[in-house]
């Protein structure tokens, strides 16, 4: 990783961000000497056979090995690799298409579908929470599809063990528009204004606390818009200020780069590489993609804390302190800060959609609201009953 003039900033601002140093970092190129066990390395992207590496993800020396070296690219090297043919027998991906097809026309006739979070929502479909509804619909299915030595050594390697799944579905139907480029979960999905206000040290620690995925459950041509990739821009340590610049996103537009995946392919990336899904030009090729989002095991608390009633027994306090003008808006907002959860997820985003932006209101977000408002502890308790509700799965 290159040493840009950013690395001394203790916090980063959009406008201080440089697109020459940006330049400079998606320069770089794959060397094949640094991923010996790739088949091929394309636009930069190692790709790597599954099937050859059958012997390597059941040894553990050399399973120990491989994940190194997809450790090392997903850090330092192109962001990104694809795994071919990581599903030998399709007839899995099938079965899971038929149940999400199922899952999709059911959710239609109930609200309508969800949107995406970085494109205009009506030409294509998600399903939220895809694990669960999976696992619901057919655990047979279920175990079938998730039996996959690849993917799991993929997420031991840039995770560790212990780590967390997550999917989500979305299929693209010809017509559908591109995402804008972004950087994603965590700080990806926060406004400008809340990614800023984290120091820089927690943009390098919000890469390594997920690892993003897609599992290709049909042959995906260029013109059906596979993700547009931007290889090296994970390095650029100011991404999450810079990725709603014009200017970067004008520069990813003339350099990012796309590869075809055949059913049974998958592609794992550093959630902070730029990159959006693209659009899906071609006539008949609905783009289905079972989208994984990956946590770490670390993401967590030591204990567990019932804020729900924490909030229910400050909250008369806290007004009573704001009408009276005895507490300083400051004071206030570290008592909440000790008390209220500030973070939107996990959440159940088929309930709680991100409403007029990436994430929904939060519990602490909340609180603060009905100080504003002057909410009654009546109104207050009732509004958390409903945050509560919404986030159950």
Same mark, same amino acid.
């Given at each position: 990783?290159?040493d ?7 916090y980063?601002d959009?406008d201080?961000?440089?697109?020459e140093d940006?330049?400079?970092i998606?320069e770089?190129?794959t ?6 066990r ?5 636009q930069? &992207?190692? &790709? ?7 012997? %390597? ?5 050399q399973r ?5 070296e997809w450790?090392?690219?997903l !850090?330092v =090297? ?15 991906l099938d079965? /899971?298409?038929r149940i999400?097809e199922?899952?999709i026309a059911?959710?239609?006739?109930g609200d309508?579908g969800a949107g995406d979070h970085?494109?205009a ?8 929470n895809?694990?669960q509804?999976l696992c619901? /619909? %057919? @655990?047979?299915?279920?175990?079938r599809?998730?039996?996959n @030595?690849?993917? *799991?050594?993929i997420c031991?390697?840039?995770?560790g063990?212990?780590?967390q799944m997550?999917?989500?579905v979305?299929?693209?139907?010809p017509?559908g528009?591109?995402?804008q ?9 926060q406004?400008?204004e809340i ?12 890469p &390594?606390l997920t690892l993003? =995925? =897609? &599992?290709?459950?049909?042959n995906m041509?260029l013109?059906s =818009? ?14 999450y200020?810079?990725? !709603?610049?014009d200017?970067f !996103?004008?520069?990813?537009?003339d ?8 059913k049974?392919d998958c592609v ?6 730029f990159?959006?899904?693209g659009?899906?030009?071609s006539? %008949? ?5 079972n989208l994984l ?5 670390f993401g967590r608390a030591?204990e567990?804390?019932?804020r ?9 306090f806290?007004l009573?302190?704001k009408?009276?003008?005895?507490? #300083?808006e400051?004071?206030l907002?570290? *008592?909440i800060a000790?008390?209220?959860e500030g973070?939107?997820f996990?959440?159940?985003l ?5 409403? #007029?932006?990436?994430?929904p209101?939060t519990?602490a977000?909340?609180f603060f609201?009905?100080? /504003? ?9 009732a509004g958390l009953d409903k945050i509560?509700k919404k986030?159950?799965a």
């Open positions: 990783m290159k840009m003039p950013e690395a001394n900033v203790a980063y959009p201080a961000c440089r697109l940006f330049a400079e998606i770089q190129t060397q094949p000497a640094d991923v010996p790739a088949v091929d390395v394309q930069n &992207i190692p &790709i790597y056979d599954v099937q050859a590496l059958a012997g %390597d993800l059941t040894d553990p020396q120990r090995a491989l994940m190194g450790a090392r690219v !850090r =090297g192109a962001g990104v690799v694809v795994l071919k043919n990581a599903y030998g027998d399709t007839q899995v079965d /899971a298409t999400y199922e899952i059911s959710e239609k006739e309508g970085f494109a929502s009506g030409a294509n479909d998600r399903v939220w895809a694990l509804k619901e /619909a %057919d @655990p047979e299915v279920f175990l599809y998730f039996a @030595p690849a993917i *799991a050594a031991e390697a840039w995770l063990p212990n780590y997550t999917a989500q979305n299929l693209v139907h017509g528009a591109a995402q480029a972004h950087r994603d979960y965590h700080l990806g999905f406004t400008a990614s800023a206000s984290y120091p820089a040290h927690v943009h390098d620690v919000s &390594i993003q =995925g =897609g &599992i290709a459950h049909c041509s013109e =818009g596979p993700t547009k990739l931007l290889p090296f821009s994970q390095a650029y340590r100011a991404g200020a810079a990725w !709603r610049r200017d !996103r004008a520069l990813f537009e350099r990012y780069v796309q590869l075809p995946l055949n049974g794992f990336f550093n959630p902070a590489l990159h959006a899904a659009a899906n030009s006539e %008949d090729v609905h783009r289905f993609v989002q990956v946590s770490s095991a030591m567990t804390v019932d729900d009633k924490m909030c229910r027994l400050l909250y008369p806290a009573k302190e009408k009276a003008g005895d507490m #300083g400051s004071a907002a570290a *008592a000790s008390s209220a973070y939107s996990p959440t159940n088929d309930q709680d959609p991100p409403v #007029g932006g990436l994430a209101e519990q977000a909340f609201r009905a100080l /504003a408002e002057g909410m009654k502890p009546d109104e207050f308790e509560s986030k159950r």
